[in-house]
């Protein structure tokens, strides 16, 4: 069979590039390596085997995931120590039951006594038992608990004592080092992300709790991590792939964006100063992180280059998306004749976790123009 | 089989009240038919053969789609009267080649002479013909031509002589509408597209070429349109589910939402005044239509009912979204106790055609908490 070249392929498509990848894997592996602690790399980014293994090799194989549709399709491909990280309720464990019941070290999280109730109840009329986190608020104001909250020995008690629970350990997610920009502020959200699950693991110990686990992260925070003492793992997703909004804070450059919407030019529109391509607001999502600081660039819906991914013409970008089109415009007069009708463009995203889940498959390059492999992603719930 | 109730499904998943879609669905086909022109429902929204059957019951079997998936799928159900609404390439020829073979009436759009020659070539290569209509841009500033161009006579002509290819008329969107709120904006804007689409038809056979189709439409133009002489369609698509910007703009009230996502309330944050769901940024989509004209209420990233879709608290919205989660608020006190964790929501759209987008089934129930139907979508490209 003729190899496929991204030329042939229908548009709009998702591009992987494997060299990129693979770089992005090694160095966030050798830092996490260097901070002597474990990678617990988040798959809800890439929802990959394939991508899964080039980010555990020289790691141990263990994963997180945020559905647990990504933890049956990792489990069903061999991973089985994984943290399912949104908080777990009752009426999902009968879903959870057979990983468990197949050996699958599956984990999840909560910070409440309530949920912990109903899950022990469902738990033990299964007769499973459940290793859970205890989810920790560091800053994000998402989900969790505070470090200091009087409800903290109250839930690793009930998580030791309660037959179908098992406590696991603490987990926080720095969400909030997204508001901040320079290195310094990142290092200080790291700090604090660190500084609170140890006091937490220290409040639990001095109970007499196990907390085997103390898993931290983001792929902004683990970046920015100094000195990580009494952490056991961290977990970060998006640095496997990059994108604009990771790169306006510092986590990588433009050049480490490793996915792309391969599109085709449908119109020009030379009144307007600008063209059309057949990828909207479904090709590329609708994420907008890169208009959130008004202080670095902002790529509307998109970062346009060219087919090969080499070269950006002057501040290319989607400026608008509607459902099946996208508006391209750039700084200064538009060049047209360089972009003809039926040409292709690549889009780098805002966001790669929001963009990439638009899609069911990897169109997979290294550099060139040759699909060297196509790879599935497991979408939805 | 015992049927299944709301209460067992998983969630995040999407809900569709057959009730409300069949109101819909009557109410804008007779208000169509009173205008005395045809009604070519937008399939972008629904993406489903089922929907699509709802929405022609006493209406002609012609449709519009927004992908060649679409025309696909459509076709391989039956229905033959297709128009693709998206400017069509010549690289895109050879996919809708067999769909041509096999005799079904899928029409294109374009608006220049270029692409136009391109398409030609392929068509003549592949000895098919390929209907095409003009795309007149008559305030959306996205595709088509101004109808004073001076290229609308000469593409007109080279579409009527081009061996491979045949002049189907005009086609026309006014997505503008979109950006104003009051009945006598929205009749200006549905005046302003038909007077732009009788200009350039009567341009046309004027001239002696052939214009059998006169295509407008948008759901509020639709929903507008004053006398339409000289039009003989109207194109218009998300009035079939309605959504929180269409009743901000009037073209459908809130208790005409036909689709939701319903979702598990999986953390309470009593110290933040909010909940959590498990339906975020992928679940909802980012869409913040809402949030565009600061005049009326923007419904954060969805508007929340409770699980029978009967009633709202207070303005309960999503006010934040990560990518599983979701952030519920208020006004004033937070009610806790009548939305405990494990409990569920039904969050209705900002925009129904990206949400929906997100999923790949809709689960149809009619008023009641019973599945009455499980109906399949084809997203993608």
Not at 71 to 81: L, N, P
Not at 109 to 122: F, H
Not at 159 to 164: C, M, Q, V
Request: proline share 3%; glycine share 8%.
């Amino acid at each position: 069979m003729i190899p496929m070249k991204l030329s042939q392929l229908d548009t709009p498509c998702l591009v992987l590039d494997h060299g990129i990848l693979s770089r992005n894997a090694q160095i966030m592996g050798r830092h996490i390596r260097s901070l002597g602690v474990t990678l617990r790399p988040h798959m809800k980014t890439a929802k990959s085997i394939d991508v899964a293994n080039i980010a555990l090799q020289g790691n141990p194989r263990c994963i997180t995931v945020s559905t647990l549709k990504e933890a049956e399709y990792f489990a069903s491909h061999g991973i089985t120590d994984i943290i399912y990280a949104v908080s777990m309720v009752a009426s999902k464990v009968d879903r959870a039951a057979p990983l468990l019941r197949d050996g699958v070290d599956l984990k999840f999280i909560l910070n409440n006594i309530d949920s912990a109730q109903d899950i022990a109840k469902r738990a033990s009329e299964l007769k499973i038992e459940m290793t859970i986190l205890i989810e920790l608020d560091v800053g994000d104001c998402r989900g969790g608990m505070m470090a200091d909250s009087a409800e903290l020995l109250k839930l690793g008690r009930f998580l030791s004592e309660t037959p179908g629970l098992k406590l696991g350990g603490l987990l926080c997610h720095a969400g909030n080092s997204y508001h901040y920009r320079t290195t310094q502020e990142m290092q200080k959200v790291a700090a604090v992300e660190h500084d609170a699950a140890l006091f937490a693991t220290q409040k639990l110990r001095t109970a007499g709790l196990d907390c085997p686990i103390v898993s931290i992260g983001s792929t902004p925070t683990a970046k920015h991590a100094g000195t990580l003492t009494g952490i056991t793992e961290i977990r970060c997703g998006v640095y496997m792939f990059g994108d604009a909004f990771q790169a306006q804070i510092h986590s990588c450059t433009l050049r480490d964006m490793a996915v792309s919407v391969l599109a085709t030019v449908i119109c020009h529109r030379r009144d307007l100063n600008c063209m059309l391509i057949d990828a909207g607001s479904l090709a590329l999502s609708q994420d907008r992180s890169t208009a959130a600081d008004g202080l670095s660039e902002d790529v509307g819906f998109g970062l346009v280059m060219d087919e090969q991914a080499q070269s950006r013409y002057n501040g290319m970008r989607v400026a608008r998306a509607y459902q099946e089109h996208g508006i391209v415009t750039c700084d200064g007069d538009f060049p047209f004749d360089e972009y003809p009708i039926g040409s292709r463009v690549r889009v780098f995203p805002n966001h790669a976790c929001i963009m990439t889940a638009q899609y069911d498959d990897y169109q997979v390059v290294d550099g060139g123009d040759e699909i060297i492999h196509t790879w599935h992603r497991v979408n939805g719930w």
